[in-house]
């Protein structure tokens, strides 16, 4: 069975104005009661060709996640926390760093 992918509409996604960050997650069933949280939108996943050739953005990384739920639906709380801190790191420009 292919696992499901929820996206967010393209003009709702914060690099184009809207206020979605993430462009979407994808959650993969495993063993037993689990559900493992990927999500999209946390790196550069569209073309910039002012930044070819200078620094790194800081937007090169993801976040994952896994829950105790039979199904996606038993999961959302987990996709909002992880949005809200795609925000929180879109709205402050405070990367992840090792």
Known sequence: MTPAHYGTQMHA???FGGDQYLDGYKPLPESGRYQHLVTYGMSVLYI??????????GWGHGMTMKVHAAGPDECMWAVNSLSNLGRYTYATKRW???
């Open 13 to 15: 996604r914060a690099i």
């Open 48 to 57: 910039d060709e002012e930044s070819f050739g200078g620094e790194l953005s």
């Open 96 to 98: 992840f760093e090792p």
